[in-house]
């Protein structure tokens, strides 16, 4: 297969997967119940999720592998299992996806915070060391570290997969809108701080995810374009912001609303759009079309 950034460099625009976190839920993933134990214990049922992607048109999607870090996984009693179930994530969507379409092993957040030295930075790398090789082991194409919100964090994980993988890195953070209508991350990374310190610390492609239904993306690509007019961006937007209800969340996006906004996302310089939180198969569907359009 050709490299990701190849395709982007032929003006192609890629379409990757949408929400997981909710779909296990639907699948019966129970509160407190470890997601990425899934990948031993219910295999269909995590493969099932990867092919519904597959069949919607994504020409990339992840592995179920968020929170398959050693400080994660230790809270369920799986610290040793980092490898195992990795590398079980990989091969899973590596199923589904066969031949034609790109596997990103999916790495999140620790949970930890170097400001408040729970963690040094060498533990951190340490960790996403062990979840990238255990990726790239099960046949990821591309690593992708998400809803990141610590540069600091951020550069630990990129450059655990960039110095132990021979794949192709993705970086994207989450941001939401201030009172002042500025976009900021927890930790007060702005769109083009991110876009500057992430392409210096080796990233291949970076963007955003979660945070933000679709029109909150656009404003999103449209700064990160504004310091950078080369590197290509990933935009997972959520289906809008959670609704609670009855004990009941759901997202007020439609598909046919998030495909709407599509062209608005290409237009301001997004070469890969996929969803988040909430988003679905026919989300996806919905997407690839008004992207192939």
Not at 127 to 150: K, S, Y
Not at 240 to 269: K, S
């Amino acid at each position: 297969m050709n490299k990701i950034i190849e395709r982007i460099k032929s003006n192609e625009v890629l379409i990757s997967d949408g929400a997981w976190g909710t779909f296990l839920q639907q699948k019966g993933l129970q509160p407190g119940e470890c997601p990425e134990s899934w990948n031993i214990t219910h295999r269909d049922e995590v493969l099932s999720i990867a092919q519904s992607y597959v069949d919607a048109g994504s020409n990339m999607i992840e592995t179920n592998s968020f929170g398959g870090n050693r400080f994660k996984l230790e809270h369920y009693g799986l610290a040793d299992k980092v490898y195992e179930i990795n590398k079980a994530a990989a091969e899973i969507s590596r199923h589904a996806a066969g031949k034609e379409i790109y596997v990103l092993g999916s790495i999140g957040p620790t949970g930890k915070f170097l400001i408040m030295g729970e963690v040094t930075e060498e533990e951190l790398t340490l960790a996403f060391r062990e979840q990238a090789v255990a990726l790239e082991a099960g046949g990821a194409n591309a690593i992708i570290i998400e809803t990141f919100t610590d540069l600091d964090e951020a550069k630990c994980a990129i450059r655990a997969a960039k110095e132990n993988t021979s794949l192709e890195v993705i970086c994207t953070m989450t941001f939401e809108k201030t009172v002042d209508g500025e976009f900021r991350s927890m930790m007060g990374v702005s769109p083009s701080d991110m876009a500057k310190e992430l392409t210096l610390a080796g990233a291949d492609i970076i963007g955003a995810n979660c945070g933000n239904g679709m029109e909150g993306m656009i404003g999103i690509t449209k700064e990160i374009r504004s310091v950078d007019p080369h590197i290509p961006i990933l935009i997972h937007a959520n289906a809008g912001a959670p609704v609670y209800n009855d004990g009941v969340t759901t997202f007020p996006e439609t598909p046919e609303f998030m495909a709407g906004l599509v062209h608005d996302l290409i237009r301001e310089g997004a070469n890969i759009i996929g969803g988040c939180c909430g988003t679905t198969p026919q989300h996806i569907t919905k997407i690839a079309a008004a992207a192939k359009s």
